[in-house]
Nanobody, 114 residues
């Protein structure tokens, strides 16, 4: 499965971005899909996830600001990010897991600064 992430860029504090992750295979059959992020010099953190049953989970610091969703018809995972702040600056990666197989997208950079 190939994952193509897009939508990153520069935004001022308080702004919004929507990330997209287009999959080369059906996402309906994925057990788990997620967005991770990694800031310079820091570990990669799970930001938001969605299971095959539609259960979502979020990093505490993004709850109420970020929303993960998917369009099964387009095989695309989204991350709507609102009220962005400098601490959200990172490379964001999408992740797809089915059974024992896991795949990563290439990452898209989000920079929040004034």
């Amino acid at each position: 499965v190939q994952l193509q992430a897009s939508g990153g860029g520069w935004v001022q504090p308080g702004g919004s971005l929507r990330l997209s992750c287009a999959a080369s295979a059906s996402i309906v059959s994925a057990d788990f899909m997620a967005w991770y992020r990694q800031a310079p010099g820091k570990q990669r953190d799970l930001v938001a996830s969605v299971t095959s049953r539609g259960t979502t989970n979020y990093l505490d610091s993004v709850k109420g600001r970020f929303a993960i969703s998917r369009d099964n018809a387009k095989n695309t995972l989204y991350l709507q990010m609102n009220s962005l702040n400098a601490e959200d600056t990172a490379v964001y990666f999408c992740y797809y897991r089915k059974s024992w197989n896991a795949y990563w997208g290439q990452g898209t950079l989000v920079t929040v600064s004034s």
